[in-house]
């Protein structure tokens, strides 16, 4: 027996398994349901008489549902497929449901309407490139960088540079562009001859006969002893000195600091004999 | 408890120092040459493709590559530099920031263009490379180098942009073509890899520029820079640098242009099966 009223008041009571209720509407999870709501003329179980409209692969079906069937639940629904024209689907539909109601036939075509929309947005989208997702792990990009720091520091890189730079120089890369004394490039050679690790300090070992004489013209003891003002001096003559080898700016600078220094600094015996020294 | 265990430590600590020092003495008792550190690149597990550039087979395969055109000195480099859909601020700046220190380049927006399009719009208009970047999280993350007509296609994983602005010190780019450095692209992937990177800038680079640019491979990372140069006397160099700063990690080469379904892939980093050992390198 059908009774479509007493489906209804059970199911609108809450005991649907397809009902979802939200805090605005009711939907409907039933894959017959036309409109997806969850009113009294949607409901595909509690109207005796109901008509939807599925998709299959790409193809249309109008699903159609009658009293008459209601006692046989196999053969409950007839399926008709749809001509793959949408106007030629739309007059399918008026012909197939001519006496039912207007608002069922309405639903169908707006369900077909939908479908057909899609069908054609996913065809275009499959013909057209698609994005590729991919997983970033985070473990391993978190390796990555870390392998990344470490080969950034065991790379040296401006020291890298830097020699090529010099191995290009020294190969006659640049030509004429560049003309050095003689004497830089044979210390150049012999560097290379030698070991030729570190450059960078050369410049400082290669003038060791005035820089012993220097370090004791310093004099550390002083330096120790001496105030803040002239820490100052010596900070300020440094900054400017240290990557430039200017060897005439140095001297005025250590006469300054000697005339500065106590009495006691007894070293000025010295001082023409380094200027001698440091001018080669 | 602890303590105990301390006190074993300290123990130990102290025979290994003085095992150690006494080693140190008797060597230099017997003049031995000093010892060469232990490091990865000095260990590093050694790779059969690896190329000596001096060799006359490898010189051979070289000028029939698809890139001795420009090694030849025939063809000039003109690049193409675009982003993937959609490129935010970050994306943008790296892209005009690159097309600055590349000088032969031009940057155009993507329009939603295909790559595959995009290969054989540039091919006709003579250019011979596009650089396409891509973008996580509104960062570039992705360096995409395909050389044109008829490839190689690099994939690089891209990280660490320091953008010219975020250098402290940094000199001003000219508009001189610089001068390429390559270090340590030595196995036949590598040596391809440089080749097309190489193959970015001009052949005749303007050495009054003193602009440089490095290419630095170390593990496996890239390691651009862009300098400027000055030689200080015959050993002596200062670099200042210009910018960008980025790093390259190789994902994978292709041997055709780009074409991820059908195409034939000459190289790809496999996690799992290549990178078993620490000290194991490819490029």
């Not at chain 1, 900070?235 to 700016?249: I, L």
Request: charged share 35%; hydrophobic share 30%; proline share 4%.
């Amino acid at each position: 027996m059908q009774h479509d009223d007493v489906i209804w008041n059970t199911l609108r009571a809450g005991t649907c398994s397809y009902k979802v209720k939200t805090t605005t509407q009711d939907f409907c999870k039933n894959d017959y349901n036309v409109y997806g709501l969850c009113t009294r003329s949607n409901c595909p179980l509690s109207n005796s008489n109901y008509a939807t409209v599925r998709e299959e692969e790409g193809v249309c079906y109008l699903y159609v549902k009658t009293i008459e069937r209601a006692a046989f639940p196999a053969k409950m629904w007839e399926k008709i497929k749809l001509p793959k024209d949408y106007q030629e689907a739309l007059a399918e539909i008026d012909r197939q449901l001519i006496y039912w109601p207007f608002h069922v036939k309405d639903r169908c075509k707006k369900r077909l309407t939908k479908i057909t929309q899609y069908l054609i947005r996913m065809r275009k989208m499959a013909t057209r490139r698609q994005k590729k997702l991919i997983t970033m792990p985070r473990k391993i990009e978190r390796r990555e960088r870390r392998r990344e720091v470490k080969a950034l520091l065991a790379a040296k890189l401006d020291n890298a540079i830097e020699r090529e730079l010099l191995e290009r120089l020294k190969q006659g890369t640049y030509g004429d562009m560049y003309k050095f004394p003689e004497t830089a490039f044979d210390k150049a050679i012999q560097d290379e001859d030698g070991e030729s690790e570190v450059e960078t300090e050369e410049p400082s070992t290669s003038k060791e006969s005035a820089k012993e004489k220097k370090v004791q013209f310093v004099a550390a003891e002083d330096f120790d002893e001496s105030d803040s003002s002239d820490m100052e001096d010596y900070s300020d003559n440094d900054s400017s000195d240290m990557d430039e080898t200017e060897s005439e700016d140095e001297e005025e600078v250590a006469l300054e600091r000697l005339k500065k220094s106590r009495p006691r600094v007894v070293i000025e015996y010295e001082k023409p004999k380094i200027v001698a020294t440091k001018k080669n | 408890m602890g303590k105990k265990v301390y006190a074993l430590n300290k123990a130990e600590v102290e025979a290994k120092r003085k095992a150690k020092e006494e080693r140190r003495k008797e060597r230099e008792k017997i003049n031995a040459p000093k010892q060469t550190p232990r490091t990865i690149e000095s260990t590093r597990e050694p790779d059969d493709t690896w190329v000596d550039p001096e060799d006359d087979e490898v010189k051979e395969d070289e000028s029939l590559d698809l890139l001795s055109d420009y090694f030849a000195r025939k063809r000039e480099p003109k690049v193409l530099i675009t982003t993937a859909d959609n490129p935010h601020t970050k994306t943008i700046k790296f892209c005009r920031e690159l097309k600055q220190s590349l000088e032969t380049a031009e940057f155009r927006w993507r329009n939603r263009m295909p790559v595959k399009q995009m290969v054989k719009a540039a091919s006709k208009r003579n250019f011979s490379h596009i650089i396409i970047i891509n973008e996580d999280h509104r960062k570039p993350n992705g360096l995409l180098l395909i050389h044109l007509p008829k490839g190689p296609t690099c994939f690089f994983r891209l990280s660490s942009v320091k953008f010219c602005e975020q250098i402290k010190n940094r000199a001003k780019i000219t508009k001189h073509k610089p001068e390429v450095i390559m270090n340590n692209f030595n196995t036949r992937i590598g040596h391809t890899v440089g080749r097309v990177l190489t193959s970015l800038f001009h052949f005749d680079p303007e050495f009054h520029g003193r602009r440089v640019v490095t290419f630095h491979n170390q593990r496996d990372y890239i390691f651009f820079r862009h300098h400027r140069y000055q030689f200080k006397n015959g050993q002596k160099v200062a670099l200042q640098e210009i910018g960008p700063r980025f790093t390259l990690r190789l994902k994978w080469v292709q041997a055709g242009t780009f074409d991820t379904k059908y195409g034939e892939y000459e190289w790809v980093l496999k996690r799992h099966e290549m990178e078993t050992s620490r000290r194991r390198f490819f490029l």
